[in-house]
């Protein structure tokens, strides 16, 4: 290849992207309300100081449970280059893995797909069976690995037709010293709990939830939250728990779409509230530990 | 995170995904698709993208691999509708902008993939083949292939100019 074939090309490349409409609303509008369906479905924990203390005072009262919230720092926005007017990138030469929210430690939300697999078939109700499974994750960002630990994403077969099947397994970020379990669960009384994503908060939701439950302690702090909600026909059911230093959720969908939306697969999920419950809670999810390097 | 500052990132770089989308996928609608798929992947990891050193870059990181995943799935035993050639607008003239899809349309997506990460995106070969996981010399022949393949595609058009 020589400079003049790359120069045309360039150019091949210009002229037909030049005066190209560009639905920059839609886009927008799209990408939130798709980002905020997967902000829902997969982040564990949001809001710092609420939720670490719901976490903390979950750990302290519940053999299962421990945890603590996403703390994700904000180091504030990075300077992004001018852009090019002629809509060309800048070119991505700075590609470094980023700057991590928190320091990963070794737990059972390392546990590999193929696992998490294998533990989920064991857990499903009769006649529900484990179609197919993501090994790889095919869609990470730059420096982060393709390997599938402490997510599975699975397609059910069951009497009501396929469905889709997520448990996410979620390190909580830096326990110590940000959420040290208090000896006294009365020093977190008034702490406003209800904008963790543990709440029933119409604000945690794009759509209104037919069923949400929080599931509390014998003091009456949030541990978990069970819902159901449908959207554009597609039924989702999530319970979350914190668990041992970590979140443990799991959810179903009548879709086998990749983003759980239309159309719809099944009637019904293939998991009922109870069944998926069940299998949120089993301790086979917070019994693994990754073996020694 | 705050909506805001996600729409802001969206307005400002939206023109830049949507013509990479564009090029990889040669189709308006797959574009889109594909964009806000990145987009709402972004969305989900705000804090994470903002904090990456190019957060533009991040995000295009994130929309090559959604792209080459959807290929990949749909290769894999999905048969995709036919692709809806490209509708001309009321914008300036077209011709040339659909002849190139009609060829991209030809490569593989990833040949597909390199020529737009080298020649659009102005990545170099190295970098190119840490984004799409390829050795150094992959990319170079398979650019080196999609180029011939471009070529000959193009020169049986009415484009201004050759590659």
Known sequence: MNLSEYDDLRDVFDRAMTDLSVPTARLCEGATRTGRRLRWRRRALVGAGGLAAAAA??????PLVGGSGDTARDPGMATEPPADPSGRPSAASSAEPPTEPFVARPGYWDMPAQEMRDRAAGLLPEGVTISSYERKNTEHAPGESDEMVGDLRATLSGPSGPGSLEVGLIQSPDVEPIFTIPADPSALDGVDLTSTDFSCNPANFWVKPTVCETLTDAQGQPYGVIIELTDAGVTTRTVKLIANEGVVRASVANSVERKWTPPTSAAEPPLTLDQLQAVATSATWTDWTPPAK | MQ??????????????????????????????DLVQAALAKAYVAWPRVRAADDPVAYVHGVLINAFLSERRRLSSGEVPLAVTPDTP?????????????????????????????RFWEDRSVADTARDLRL???????????????????????????SI
């Open chain 2, 135 to 161: 050795t150094e010399a992959a990319v170079k022949n398979r650019c080196l292939r999609a180029l011939r393949q471009l070529r000959g595609l193009l020169t049986d058009t009415t484009l201004p100019g």
């Open chain 2, 3 to 32: 909506d805001s500052e996600f729409a802001a990132f969206v307005a400002a770089r939206s023109g830049q995904l949507y013509r990479s989308a564009y090029l990889l996928t040669t189709s308006p609608h797959s574009a889109e």
């Open chain 1, 57 to 62: 005072v979950g750990a302290f009262l519940v």
């Open chain 2, 89 to 117: 607008t009321a914008e300036a003239d077209p011709t040339e902008r659909l002849a190139l899809m009609a060829a991209l349309r030809e490569l593989a997506p990833l040949d597909r993939a390199v020529v737009v990460l």
